[in-house]
């Protein structure tokens, strides 16, 4: 059976207003790098209570939410009528399985330091993008662990840009970028978040 990791913390997510205004920014560095239109179907790994997709949405066509957490799909669930795209949400756990479908964009915030082989993650987002596809994936640069209060499900204390880098360069991606996106102020300090592009 799969840990929902998010179960306690779904409900009270987006009352956190320093983390709304984060994710504000990652979906801003999002819409700056990413060349986007209604015509595009993408997908948002991890994208728990939609606080990313749900800025993102009026610029595609249609937007897979994909996410391991029943939790945070029924908050994005509440969402779906006034998004101003097409969204279907699909609970997987994407490190276990692929999805028979190619993707225009995947974008993904703050979910790779749930994941415990991101050279795995990598390939398999190459092999769910369409010829030319693009990645925007944005993730804490290294902390000392004090990001969450309690590290259940988290196999990176962030990560070395040149390491995570290095990782999709190896799953087959080109033209790859890595810059910082925003900052995360929780009660133990303020944490840097990196947004990494490339293409297929
Ligand atoms: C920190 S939250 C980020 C949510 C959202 N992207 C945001 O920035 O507000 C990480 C999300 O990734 C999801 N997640 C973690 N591991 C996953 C996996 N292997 N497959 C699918 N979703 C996963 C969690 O359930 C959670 O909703």
Do not use: W
């Amino acid at each position: 059976m799969t840990i929902d990791h998010f179960q306690h913390k779904a409900e009270n997510y987006e009352q956190d207003r320093n983390k709304v205004n984060t994710v504000g920014h990652i979906a801003n560095a999002v819409l700056k790098y990413l060349k986007l239109d209604k015509t595009m179907q993408i997908m948002d790994f991890g994208s728990g209570t939609g606080l990313l997709l749900e800025k993102i949405a009026p610029f595609v066509g249609r937007i897979t939410a994909v996410d391991i957490s029943s939790s945070m799909n029924k908050i994005l669930e509440d969402k779906s009528d006034n998004l101003g795209c097409e969204l279907e949400i699909l609970e997987i756990d994407l490190s276990k399985s692929s999805l028979d479908k190619k993707f225009d964009r995947i974008i993904s915030s703050m979910t790779m330091h749930h994941i415990e082989d991101i050279q795995k993650m990598f390939k398999n987002f190459y092999s769910m993008l369409s010829d030319n596809g693009v990645i925007a994936i944005a993730d804490l640069d290294i902390e000392d662990g004090s990001f969450h209060t309690q590290n259940t499900g988290v196999y990176h204390f962030g990560f070395d840009r040149e390491t995570f880098l290095n990782a999709a360069k190896q799953a087959g991606f080109k033209n790859l970028n890595i810059v910082s996106a925003a900052s995360a102020v929780r009660p133990n300090g303020e944490y840097n978040i990196f947004i990494l592009t490339g293409n297929k």
